[in-house]
């Protein structure tokens, strides 16, 4: 039976992540960070990926990791969500090191990579769309073969690009590729058109290059849904925070019965994007058979529930929350850039009609 309940372990470590972020990644001061320069910021990689060791959740002991589950990198991506901190965890610590973690433990070069994704050392990006949902790969491997891919998200932030072709995977040394960003929805998840020429470390052959990026984008995908829950929660604490301070007609307008129905709708919505968030996260620690079936699960709901409480967030802060220097416009950049990462709702929907064995959506009955 699945235990959604947070284990006394991961309460520790969200309560850690979370006086870091407050204490390094405030959301009141992201506009002005967005405004004036890059938002990303080092010094919190650092501290979050090495000095906590969060970079290293999903990599085993042995290979220089803190042998934790995704269970815990859930955690820390629902803070991350909250703060919308502006950091390559899930491109780098999820997807590429998921994707790394699929090869042949005998490789050398990979199991050196790791070790220093892991203590937060260098960044590692898969070089594939944003976009690119679980199964969806470009081509038969996530290829880049034409030379350029667009939309990759984090690779202006990349020490090393995983770059799928159509024999096998390689490792490319970011200085070798071109890197040119792009201007992105999301401002504090940078996207870059990456062009790479031939060379690079080899890590894998065809077919198990397939293998090792659709278990990147399975457990990414999977991932992403407790991101979208951090932003989800955020929008609704702050928005009953905002409803109970702000007055009119001498009363708090969150004693309006108009607005309590809302609110308390999207708490609702938001209890149920807890429940599928976890339990996508479970089904990848355990490396459940229904993985598969609860990533679509929580991707289809938490990515509905992300933008609808960012846009109640808006809407309810009123002339405040239409303004460039609240960031509730930030987060709901992060919702929608987030709709469609890593497999849109359409692209999840077709993967739980495929594995429960229902018309696709749209299709003839």
Not at 140 to 156: M, R
């Amino acid at each position: 039976m699945t235990d959604l309940l947070y284990t006394e372990e991961e309460n520790d470590l969200r309560a850690a992540v979370r006086s870091l972020l407050a204490d390094r990644a405030d959301p009141a001061a992201l506009p002005g960070r967005v405004e004036e320069s890059s938002p990303y910021d080092p010094a919190l990689w650092q501290a979050l990926a090495a000095d906590m060791g969060a970079a290293g959740l999903l990599v085993p002991e042995k290979l220089g990791g803190q042998g934790a589950t995704h269970r815990e990198a859930a955690v820390v991506l629902e803070e991350l969500g909250r703060a919308v901190a502006p950091v390559p965890y899930l491109t780098s610590s999820v997807v590429a090191t998921e994707t790394l973690l699929a090869l042949d433990a005998g490789d050398s070069y990979a199991r050196d990579l790791l070790a220093e994704l892991a203590t937060g050392r260098k960044v590692a990006v898969l070089a594939v769309p944003l976009a690119a949902g679980p199964g969806d790969e470009p081509g038969a491997t996530g290829t880049v073969s034409a030379g350029s891919v667009s939309a990759v998200a984090d690779a202006v932030r990349a020490n090393v690009l995983l770059v799928p072709r159509p024999d096998g995977l390689y490792a490319v040394d970011a200085a070798e590729a071109e890197v040119v960003p792009q201007t992105p929805l999301d401002l504090t998840r940078p996207l870059a058109t990456v062009t790479v020429a031939d060379g690079g470390s080899r890590l894998a052959d065809a077919a198990a290059a397939r293998a090792a990026v659709r278990r990147g984008l399975l457990a990414g995908a999977g991932l992403l849904a407790s991101e979208q829950l951090g932003v989800a929660e955020w929008c609704l604490e702050e928005t009953v925070r905002h409803t109970r301070e702000r007055h009119q007609f001498n009363r708090p307008v969150g004693s309006f019965q108009a607005l309590k129905h809302r609110m308390a709708k999207l708490w609702l919505d938001v209890a149920g994007a807890r429940a599928a968030a976890r339990s996508a996260a479970d089904a990848l620690a355990t490396g459940s058979p229904d993985a598969p079936l609860a990533v679509a699960v929580a991707q289809v709901y938490c990515s509905r529930v992300a933008v609808r409480a960012a846009e109640e967030c808006v809407q309810l802060h009123g002339g405040i929350g239409m303004t460039w220097e609240h960031p509730a416009h930030l987060f709901l950049k992060r919702a929608k850039a987030d709709q469609i990462a890593l497999g849109s709702a359409g692209h999840h929907k077709r993967t739980l009609a495929e594995l429960v064995d229902l018309p696709a959506p749209g299709a003839a009955r």
